[in-house]
């Protein structure tokens, strides 16, 4: 079992930066892949970055790439979300996930594969 708590959010300019994280509790956490997800106001819930329980794989949507960077300190049990270059596209809700597989180095990108998530944290981008 894996608790998980963001923080981070808020409100910013164009351009600006912000760091995500998210806390987890519980014995599983460095056994776990994690990743973030966002949802915007009338759409869907969409992948945004991922990483292996390990931190030496990561994934990341197409568009974030360049932008955003996912890392994790294990013995912290937290994964930070790096946002560089803001824009107000990147306006939603962020959440964090983790998969319930131990001890796998995969990576998964679909909101099905993770079966703990945290309450979000609001992103939001002003123009």
């Known amino acids: 079992q894996v608790q998980l708590v963001e923080s981070g959010g808020g409100v910013v300019q164009a351009g600006d930066s912000l760091r995500l994280s998210c806390q987890a509790s519980g014995r599983t956490f460095s056994y776990v892949a994690i990743g973030w997800f966002r949802q915007a106001p009338g759409k869907e819930r969409e992948f945004v970055a991922a990483i292996s329980r390990s931190g030496e794989s990561s994934d990341y949507a197409d568009s974030v790439k360049?932008?955003?960077?996912?890392?994790?300190?294990?013995?912290?049990?937290?994964?930070y979300l790096q946002m560089n270059s803001l824009q107000p596209g990147d306006t939603a809700v962020y959440y964090c996930a983790?998969?319930?597989?131990l001890g796998t180095e995969r990576l998964f990108v679909t909101n099905g594969e993770y079966g703990y998530w945290g309450q979000g944290t609001q992103v939001t981008v002003a123009s």
């Open 98 to 101: 983790a998969n319930s597989r």
């Open 66 to 79: 360049g932008r955003f960077t996912i890392s994790r300190d294990n013995a912290k049990s937290t994964v």
